[in-house]
Nanobody, 124 residues
């Protein structure tokens, strides 16, 4: 059974950058898509970005397009999220997940094996 562990969160100021990483264990994830979601207090979990199994296709929420970049290293079984130009509204717990459905987002129901999340806090 696959386990996903996120890391790299922290407290930064608006305009700063962070790089989140998601490490998979228990199975090789190189044949499936992966995604990042986030959830702010009192809000529903929302799609951030997704990447196809080969890495050749990526998808982003409009709110992060041009600022965030998703990438993967199938040899290392990891998926990263580079976040630049962070805004206060990016504050949330960030989760990575494995594609289990037909689509690479934006619905969280297309994903499973959720990690425990990593907190990102952006101050003004």
């Amino acid at each position: 059974q696959v386990q996903l562990v996120e890391s790299g969160g922290g407290v930064v100021q608006a305009g700063d950058s962070l790089r989140l990483s998601c490490a998979a264990s228990g199975r090789n994830t190189s044949s499936v898509g992966m995604g990042w979601f986030r959830q702010a207090p009192g809000k529903e979990r929302e799609f951030v970005a997704a990447i196809s199994w080969s890495g050749s296709n990526t998808y982003y929420a409009d709110s992060v397009k041009g600022r965030f970049t998703i990438s993967r290293d199938n040899a290392e079984n990891t998926v990263d999220l580079q976040m630049n130009g962070l805004k206060v509204e990016d504050t949330a717990v960030y989760y990575c997940a494995l594609q289990i459905g037909y689509a690479l987002g934006p619905s969280p129901y297309e994903f499973g094996a959720w990690g425990q999340g990593t907190q990102v806090t952006v101050s003004s």
